[in-house]
């Protein structure tokens, strides 16, 4: 399905004169981070380059991912922490605070969950889907972030169909 909607939002995005470039997480080799240190001092695998360079060129991300255990599959935060490293989406202030390196960038996180998208917005209250938007996306500077929630996704065709439509609009609008 995430494949599905991420070609839907691309197709969007083209037909409306935008170039796209697509990172498939679940197909890039990385290593996880092990130590503070190493996500401090150290570098993004060579293999994540590619990614990094997407990243910096893009004005606007998209983020789709599977709810899994209540927040995104470890290999998505995996990625996160490897290529939003300091001295690439991260930088200090004079003063000695963090600043985010990505401004000028916004982002749309699309989320998908076997649960109605209600229950995880109000009973659970969303809580994975604020933590990337407060914590990583808009610490580095990307904003603004908007969302879509996508629940119940093993319904039928039509409800497919009606997503698959929302994205592609979502991408002619580049939001």
Not at 20 to 35: K, S
Not at 85 to 98: H, I, N, Q, T, V
Not at 101 to 111: C, K
Request: with cysteine.
């Amino acid at each position: 399905m995430l494949h599905a909607l991420a070609a839907s939002y691309a197709k969007g995005a083209e037909a409306a004169g935008r170039e796209v470039r697509v990172i498939d997480v679940a197909r890039l080799d990385f290593p996880l981070l092990r130590t503070q240190e190493d996500w401090r001092a150290g570098k993004a695998p060579a293999s994540l380059a590619p990614a990094q360079e997407a990243i910096a060129w893009a004005e606007h991300l998209v983020i789709l991912y599977p709810l899994w255990l209540g927040t995104m599959p470890a290999l998505v935060k995996g990625f996160l922490e490897q290529v939003l490293r300091p001295g690439f989406a991260l930088g200090e202030s004079e003063k000695g605070l963090p600043r985010g390196l990505l401004a000028g960038r916004s982002a749309r996180v699309v989320i998908t969950m076997g649960m109605p998208a209600l229950v995880y917005r109000w009973f659970f209250r969303a809580h994975s889907l604020k933590s990337l938007e407060r914590n990583i996306l808009r610490f580095c500077g990307i904003g603004p972030v908007r969302e879509t929630l996508l629940g119940t996704v093993e319904g039928g065709a039509a409800r497919r169909e009606k997503w698959l439509a929302q994205l592609a609009e979502l991408g002619r609008a580049g939001k």
